[in-house]
């Protein structure tokens, strides 16, 4: 059974930092490109990084970019964000998926994303 799940969230001060997890389990990770993405209240699904399973490389969106990390641990099956420099903005809910990190570069990434996580809560507040 595929299987993404999500954890490390919490709240935290402005400034701070938080490393996120995504653990995979049905299938082995370092195999297939994962993407983290936020969701805010009210707010569409939003594409923040991907790593690709193929040849390494990484996209990072411009909100985040020299911010946040992706990065994986194939002992560990296991693939993780860490956030620095985090700001009141970054209060949502964050999700893993499995899809190709191409789709970062379209409109609607979540759209080729599947194997969904349940998602960490960030609060980034003071």
């Known amino acids: 059974q595929v299987q993404l799940v999500e954890s490390g969230g919490g709240l935290v001060q402005p400034g701070g930092s938080l490393r996120l997890s995504c653990a995979a389990s049905g299938f082995t990770l370092e195999n297939y490109a994962i993407g983290w993405f936020r969701q805010a209240p009210g707010k569409e699904r939003e594409g923040l990084s991907c790593l690709s399973g193929s040849d390494g490389s990484t996209y990072y969106a411009d909100s985040v970019k020299g911010r946040f990390t992706i990065s994986r641990d194939n002992a560990k099956n296991t693939v993780y964000l860490q956030m620095n420099s985090l700001k009141p903005d970054d209060t949502a809910v964050y999700y893993c998926?499995?899809?190709?990190?191409?789709?970062?570069?379209?409109?609607?990434?979540?759209?080729?994303?599947?194997?969904w996580g349940q998602g960490t809560q960030v609060t980034v507040s003071s």
């Open positions: 998926g499995v899809g190709p990190c191409w789709s970062y570069y379209s409109d609607a990434p979540t759209l080729q994303f599947t194997s």
